[in-house]
């Protein structure tokens, strides 16, 4: 089961940015088949709040009238994003995240240079997830490009903008690791921030970018933070990643 090799458990996940009506309806053709090695028979529906509306109404019938021996498991990390109808058929289980400390010591345990750990267990819980992150020549290279951007954000250089062409965009090339680089930015806004009101620096210890970013008022942090978070947004709805990204580094260098 751990291999993703049981007869009787059969799992969809999202397709670049959603689980569509058509992974759903093969599900849903396999839901009335019987079990190979038992009586039972379940179906993981992973990252359920990125279903389209289509897919999520082509779940409900097997909702309110699933088949005997069948179990399905919807999981996400944000729950308001499945649809109400959904939701209130479903029996909630929510499951409180490892403290981040426990998860970089672990990952440590496990080989991860601890500079590292700590900036990777604030992208998953998961330990083996976290080892494979580490290991990740092309999110290393991520990790690299944003610090080199704040670091121009922070000393307020224009040549951030073009940055954004000649590198980010490069080390961005699909929605997911757009995703992920909007979130290590993110998160060194958070920290510097952390660090403008007295707290010790905790993920990008040594990085001199961070350290300046930390350095400017916290009002004037906070309120880059909000628009980096706003570009977040912008990812979800599909804008153009370089022109998205160009936008974030005006409004900030305006600010």
Request: proline share 4%; charged share 20%; net charge neutral.
């Amino acid at each position: 089961m751990l291999t993703g090799n049981h007869t009787d458990v059969l799992t969809i996940r999202p397709e670049g940015t959603t689980v569509k009506a058509d992974a759903v309806r093969g599900l849903k053709a396999e839901m009335s088949k019987s079990g190979v090695e038992g009586n039972r028979r379940v179906f993981i529906i992973e990252d359920a709040d990125r279903m389209t509306a289509a897919a999520a109404n082509s779940l409900l019938k097997f909702f309110e009238e699933p088949y005997p021996g069948m179990l399905i498991i919807l999981t996400t990390t944000n729950r308001n994003g499945l649809l109400p109808t959904v939701l209130s058929r479903a029996q909630v289980i929510q499951f409180p995240a490892p403290r981040r400390r426990d998860v970089e010591a672990q990952l440590v345990k496990a080989g991860v240079a601890a500079s590292r750990a700590g900036v990777v267990a604030r992208m998953t819980v998961s330990v083996d997830d976290g080892v494979a992150l580490a290991n990740d020549e092309d999110v290393a290279k991520r990790i690299h490009v944003m610090l080199q951007l704040v670091a121009r954000l922070a000393a307020h250089d224009e040549l951030a903008f073009p940055f954004i062409q000649t590198d980010v965009v490069k080390a961005c090339p699909d929605r997911d690791s757009q995703r992920q680089f909007v979130r290590l930015l993110a998160l060194a806004y958070s920290e510097a921030i952390n660090r403008c009101y007295g707290a010790e620096a905790a993920v990008f210890k040594q990085d001199a970018g961070v350290a300046k970013l930390a350095t400017l008022p916290g009002a004037t942090v906070a309120a880059g933070m909000q628009i980096v978070l706003n570009a977040a947004a912008q990812i979800e709805s599909n804008v153009n990643f370089q022109a998205n990204m160009e936008q974030m580094v005006l409004l900030i260098l305006r600010g």
